[in-house]
């Protein structure tokens, strides 16, 4: 089992940039390949970016291809997104995922995922 904690979020500018963390507990962060989801207001949950156990494989989707990176640091359990060029379209509450199953195929899929941490809150002004 893990546990995740976000931090990070804020309130910035359209064209600014934000770096979210979440720390993972546990000594197996390596097993889990980690996902980013957010969800505005009135909207489902959707997918960000993933990162696979080893961190060399990545995926995002479209809409912050470009813009938000994903990586992680197996030695200190963390994983992070840098959010670039932020829009105020993505505004939303941001959450960490990992599942110790999921395969780079599925790993757009939230329902994929065991654990979440509790999210963290993104807005960007106009």
């Known amino acids: 089992q893990v546990k995740l904690v976000e931090s990070g979020g804020g309130l910035v500018q359209a064209g600014g940039s934000l770096r979210l963390s979440c720390a993972a507990s546990?000594?197996?962060?390596?097993?889990?390949?980690m996902g980013w989801f957010r969800q505005a207001p009135g909207k489902e949950r959707e997918f960000v970016a993933a990162?696979?156990?080893?961190?060399?494989?990545?995926d995002y989707a479209d809409s912050v291809k470009g813009r938000f990176t994903i990586s992680r640091d197996n030695a200190k359990n963390t994983v992070a997104l840098q959010m670039n060029s932020l829009q105020p379209g993505d505004t939303a509450i941001y959450y960490c995922a990992a599942d110790s199953r999921i395969t780079f195929r599925t790993m757009r899929s939230s329902v994929e995922y065991d654990y979440w941490g509790q999210g963290t809150q993104v807005t960007v002004s106009s």
């Open positions: 990162i696979s156990r080893s961190g060399q494989g990545t």
């Open positions: 546990g000594r197996t962060f390596s097993s889990y390949a």
